[in-house]
């Protein structure tokens, strides 16, 4: 396969219709091999639990050879991004324009409090520049109103596409009707938009799967489950569970994933929840709020300040994992079994240390290199490459999903899959 710089020259030298028919082959190539190594996953073990995130992670633990291979596709994948750029500045050098130059892609985000969120929009912003698109990118400081707002502003101000991770899945039917209107594409970013039948395509992670992993991680973490998935026969287990945002449609996704597997347990009274608050209305924190997060930990200790054990913590992404802890931990003066999602820095520092038990990666630079890529299809007026029809209803139609694989991190693949893989360096994870 032609690496970047050969794309640029093949593409110099021959005519447009040449160098579009090329082009085409060598995309359909790059999605055929990201689309393979989506399917590989690389987990090892917590210190407590040897083997049981490896099996358990869709049992398809690999060698570091294989991490290295599903770096590759992902490497691969981003050379074709730049390659694209170089070529659009190729061309813009021999006629004076591009279309991409002259194309604007609004981005709405919901906030800048997760760390996670500034990542998906530098890295959004990074890779629809480096193809000559301009970017205005908005923050809503999960306001769902300011939201809405300022979609109608991308709007106004003559944006070609829209990509918006929602703060409120349910409150933008009305400016979505006003793109459709307009004839602007919409692609909905990691969370679902539901209620409009507005949303062309939606780009995310397989957030059922995101839930599971993390519920197994929690059983692992508890000896509930051994290396091979299978019961212990440990009893006497005490839990809490915590969800995501009620007007998340991914959390939905991430409490189903993880109760499937946490559930049975449950049931079958190997696990009990103290507080008696299970369902996922009752255990949601509005806006994924950390210190609201923290704050209903803090209500939920008296039974185990009064002497039983709190074995484990449902915990549905990084930021609430974290506020957990720090409820816990000088409540009771010890840890317990708590996953989370995101691989943001203070938890990955806090599994370092041992204390959170795993995280859940989401490799943003991905997401992002599917979502530019939906974008640049759909404004040259082509139908972008998507792998699920079936599992993303919104209420009004079955939105078309490309749905990446999550990666679970552990004490042990931490500096692995994160620093050897380029996510983040040595010195910010420490």
């Given at each position: 396969?032609?690496?970047?710089?050969?794309r640029?020259?093949r593409v110099?030298a021959?005519t447009?219709d040449?160098q579009?028919?090329?082009l085409?082959?060598?995309?359909?190539?790059?999605?055929?091999?990201?689309?393979a190594?989506?399917?590989y996953?690389?987990?090892?073990?917590?210190?407590k639990?040897?083997?049981?995130?490896?099996?358990?992670?869709?049992?398809?633990?690999?060698?570091a050879h294989t991490q290295?291979?599903?770096m590759?596709g992902?490497?691969?994948?981003?050379?074709?991004?730049l390659?694209?750029?170089i070529?659009g500045?190729?061309?813009a050098?021999?006629?004076?324009s591009?279309?991409?130059?002259?194309?604007?892609?609004?981005?709405a985000l919901?906030?800048?409090e997760?760390?996670?969120?500034?990542?998906?929009?530098d890295?959004?912003?990074?890779?629809?520049?480096?193809?000559?698109y301009?970017v205005?990118?908005?923050?809503?400081?999960?306001?769902?109103?300011?939201?809405?707002?300022?979609i109608?502003?991308l709007?106004d101000?003559?944006?070609?596409?829209?990509?918006v991770?929602a703060v409120d899945?349910?409150?933008?039917?009305?400016?979505?009707?006003n793109?459709?209107?307009?004839?602007?594409?919409v692609?909905?970013?990691?969370?679902?938009?539901?209620?409009s039948?507005?949303i062309?395509?939606?780009?995310s992670?397989?957030n059922?799967?995101v839930?599971?992993?993390e519920?197994?991680a929690?059983?692992?973490?508890?000896?509930?489950?051994?290396?091979?998935?299978?019961?212990?026969?440990r009893?006497?287990?005490?839990?809490?569970?915590f969800?995501?945002?009620?007007?998340?449609?991914?959390a939905?996704?991430?409490?189903?994933?993880a109760?499937?597997?946490?559930?049975p347990?449950i049931?079958?009274g190997?696990?009990?929840?103290p507080?008696?608050?299970v369902?996922?209305?009752?255990?949601a924190?509005?806006g994924w709020?950390n210190?609201?997060?923290?704050?209903?930990m803090?209500?939920?200790?008296?039974?185990?300040?009064?002497?039983k054990?709190?074995?484990g913590?449902?915990?549905?992404?990084?930021?609430?994992?974290?506020?957990?802890i720090?409820?816990v931990?000088?409540?009771l003066?010890y840890?317990?079994?708590?996953p989370?999602q995101d691989a943001?820095?203070?938890a990955?520092?806090s599994?370092?240390?041992g204390?959170q038990?795993a995280?859940?990666?989401?490799?943003?630079?991905t997401?992002?290199?599917?979502?530019?890529?939906?974008?640049?299809?759909l404004?040259?007026g082509?139908?972008?490459?998507?792998?699920d029809?079936?599992?993303y209803d919104?209420?009004?139609?079955v939105v078309?999903?490309?749905l990446l694989?999550p990666?679970?991190?552990?004490?042990?693949?931490?500096k692995?899959?994160?620093?050897?893989?380029?996510?983040y360096?040595?010195?910010?994870?420490?």
């Amino acid at each position: 396969m032609s690496t970047a710089p050969q794309r640029a020259a093949r593409v110099a030298a021959d005519t447009p219709d040449e160098q579009n028919e090329w082009l085409d082959e060598q995309t359909a190539h790059d999605a055929e091999l990201a689309d393979a190594m989506a399917t590989y996953d690389v987990t090892h073990a917590a210190d407590k639990v040897p083997h049981v995130l490896a099996e358990q992670s869709q049992r398809t633990t690999t060698s570091a050879h294989t991490q290295g291979v599903v770096m590759q596709g992902r490497n691969k994948w981003t050379a074709m991004i730049l390659a694209v750029g170089i070529v659009g500045s190729l061309a813009a050098c021999g006629s004076g324009s591009s279309d991409d130059e002259s194309q604007v892609v609004g981005v709405a985000l919901p906030t800048k409090e997760q760390a996670r969120w500034v990542a998906d929009g530098d890295n959004l912003k990074k890779q629809f520049t480096s193809l000559g698109y301009d970017v205005e990118m908005l923050y809503a400081g999960d306001d769902a109103a300011a939201q809405a707002d300022q979609i109608q502003k991308l709007i106004d101000d003559g944006a070609d596409a829209l990509v918006v991770g929602a703060v409120d899945g349910t409150a933008l039917k009305a400016v979505l009707a006003n793109a459709a209107s307009e004839d602007i594409p919409v692609i909905a970013y990691d969370r679902l938009i539901r209620d409009s039948g507005d949303i062309d395509y939606y780009a995310s992670f397989n957030n059922f799967q995101v839930g599971v992993m993390e519920g197994r991680a929690l059983l692992a973490g508890m000896g509930v489950i051994d290396a091979s998935g299978k019961p212990t026969g440990r009893t006497g287990v005490n839990i809490e569970v915590f969800a995501g945002s009620p007007d998340d449609n991914n959390a939905t996704f991430f409490y189903d994933g993880a109760m499937s597997v946490v559930r049975p347990f449950i049931d079958a009274g190997v696990i009990s929840v103290p507080s008696g608050q299970v369902e996922r209305l009752d255990v949601a924190i509005q806006g994924w709020k950390n210190d609201v997060a923290g704050q209903r930990m803090t209500t939920l200790l008296a039974p185990y300040q009064a002497g039983k054990h709190l074995d484990g913590v449902l915990a549905p992404n990084d930021g609430i994992a974290q506020a957990i802890i720090g409820a816990v931990k000088p409540a009771l003066g010890y840890v317990p079994a708590v996953p989370g999602q995101d691989a943001e820095i203070p938890a990955i520092k806090s599994i370092a240390a041992g204390e959170q038990i795993a995280t859940v990666y989401k490799d943003t630079r991905t997401l992002a290199e599917v979502t530019v890529g939906m974008v640049r299809e759909l404004l040259k007026g082509n139908e972008p490459e998507i792998n699920d029809t079936t599992s993303y209803d919104n209420g009004v139609k079955v939105v078309p999903s490309y749905l990446l694989t999550p990666q679970m991190v552990t004490k042990d693949n931490y500096k692995h899959v994160l620093v050897d893989g380029g996510y983040y360096t040595e010195a910010e994870i420490g």
